[in-house]
C-alpha cells in the first residue's frame, strides 16, 4: 500500500510543534503533526483537581514576542489569559536559614541583610564600572563576578539562574542563555552610562508590549496547549510514536506506531523534529552523519516538581510573593526553590486553601529524580515546616519527574547549534524545532517555531507556484 503523503509532518507536540503546526494550518499547509504521548503540550501540562490549578512543567510566561501575543490573541474567546498579582513583584531569597526580599531601590540595597558590606560595594560599583568583557566566551559566573564580585554572584546571581535553568552558572554561557545581555555587557562599561544613554539617546522605535509582566491561563497553560492542539483537527495524531524516518527521492518518510501497535508510513517533503534533543538524536542519527553526537552532547537538567496543597489555616507565612530561590552555595539547604502559586495566580487553590510548588534537584541535586516520592515529600515538608510555618499535612500531594528538564546552553552551545543547522542544511526539507535551538522560555520557543512557520510557508507556497508553472499539478 503507498504510504499516505503530506506536505509536511512535524513529530513531537510540545509548545514548539503546536506553534508550528498551527502556523502551517491557518496558512492552509497540508501536515500532520504526530505526538507520542495521548495528549498535547509536552512538558506543559496541567492538571485541575479539587479546586487546585496543577501545572506539571512552566508556571507562568513572560510574553515578550509579538509572536506569543498572536498565539495568545488567536485562542482568546476559548482561554482567558490572567496576569500575576502584584504581590508576585517581591521575590525572596533563601539566606543563612531565613528568607530575604530581593532589594529593588538603592535604600532597601544599601540595608539588605542579604548582601556583605563587599557584595554591596561590588554591586554598586559594578554598575557604575566594570572591567572589560574578555574575548573568549565567558560564563555566567565569570561575567557576574567581573561586574560585581563574588558575592553578588553567588547570592543573586546563582539563585536566579537556578530559577530559570535549573542550571550552574559555572558552566552556562551568558552569550547563549541570555544573548541580548551579552551584547550589553559587550558594549558598556557602565551600566548607569548605558541606562542614561538608553534613556535620553535616540529612541528605537519599539514593540508595544500587550501582555505585560507573567502570564497564565485560566486553566493553566495546559490549557493553551489544548486550545492550539484543538484547532489542528485531524491533523493532530496523538498516541502516535515515531519510530524511524528516511530520506527518499522527494522527501522522507515517516514510521510511527499508534496507541494499538499499528505501525503506519507517511510520506513528506518537510519533515520538523519538534522532539527533545535525545529523541531527535535517535532519530536523525542515521540520516545526518555528526548530527546525533552534537545533539548528545547537550546536557539537560533534571528536576522534580512537587505541588504541595494545604488548609489555608496550616500554613502560618503569609507567603505574600513570588516565592524564594536559593543560592547554590546554601548546600545544607535541600530544595531549589519555592513558589507560592496562588499568591501569583490565585485562582490555583482553593479560597480555603494554599499551593506551594516546590523544586528539587536541577545541576546541583542530578539524583533528585531517583528519589521516592515519601522522601521528596518529607525533605520538602522538613525545610518547609520552619520557614513557613506550615503545620498540618498536605491536603493534595503531586509530583513531576523530569530526568531531562531543560537543556543547558554551556559554553560552546551557539557553535554547536550553527554546525547541527550546517549539518542538517544538507538534507533538504529536514528542519529542528525545539528548547535546545534558541533558547528555553515559552517565549523562545514559540517565537523560534514562528520564524520558521514563515520559511516553511514561503517554501511549500513557491514549490505550489513552481509545480503549477511547470504544469506539473
Ligand atoms: C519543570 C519545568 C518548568 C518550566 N518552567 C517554565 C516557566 O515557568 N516559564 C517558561 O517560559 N518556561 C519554563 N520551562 C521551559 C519550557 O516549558 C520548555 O522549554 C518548553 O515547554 C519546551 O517545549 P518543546 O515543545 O520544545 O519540548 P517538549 O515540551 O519537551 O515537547 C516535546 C514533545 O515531543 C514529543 N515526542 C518525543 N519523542 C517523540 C516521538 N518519537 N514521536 C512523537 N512525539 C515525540 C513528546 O511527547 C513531547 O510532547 C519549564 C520547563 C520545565 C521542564
Redesign the pocket.
Known sequence: MNPITKEVVV?????????LSWHLHRAGVDLAL????DG?????RTELRDGFVL????????VRDPAFEGLLDSVADEVGVVTASPAARKRYIYRRGRLMCVPTNPVALLTTPMLSLGGKFGLMTGLMLSGRARDEEETIEQVAIRRFGKDVSDTMISAVIAG?F?GDIRKLSLKACFPPVADVDRQARSLIGYGLKKAFGPKKKRHKKKYKGLVSIDGG?GALTDALGRSLGSDLLVN????AIRQVDDGYEVD?RDGEGNSTTIKCRHLVM???AP??S??ISPLVAGAGTILDSIESSS?V?LNLGFKKSDVGHPMEGYGFLVPHHETEFPLMGVLWADSIFPHHAPDDSRLIRV?IGGARNPGAVERTDDDLVSTSLDSLRGLLDVSGEPTLIDI?R?SA???QYHRGHTEKIEKLRGLVATKPGLHL????LD???????VRS?SELATKLIAAVSRAGAEAVGSGAV
Open positions: 513529530v513531537g507536540g510540545g509548545i514548539s510543534g503546536l506553534t504526530i505526538e507520542a504521548s498535547v503540550g509536552g512538558c506543559t501545572e506539571k512543567g512552566p508556571f507562568n510566561v513572560m530559570i535549573a497553560l502516535s510514536k515515531v519510530e510511527y519538534s522532539s527533545p529523541e531527535t535517535r532519530l528536576l516538581v523544586f513531576c523530569y528538564a531543560i537543556p524545532n525545539g528548547n535546545y533558547g528555553v522560555s515559552l517565549n523562545d520557543c517555531a
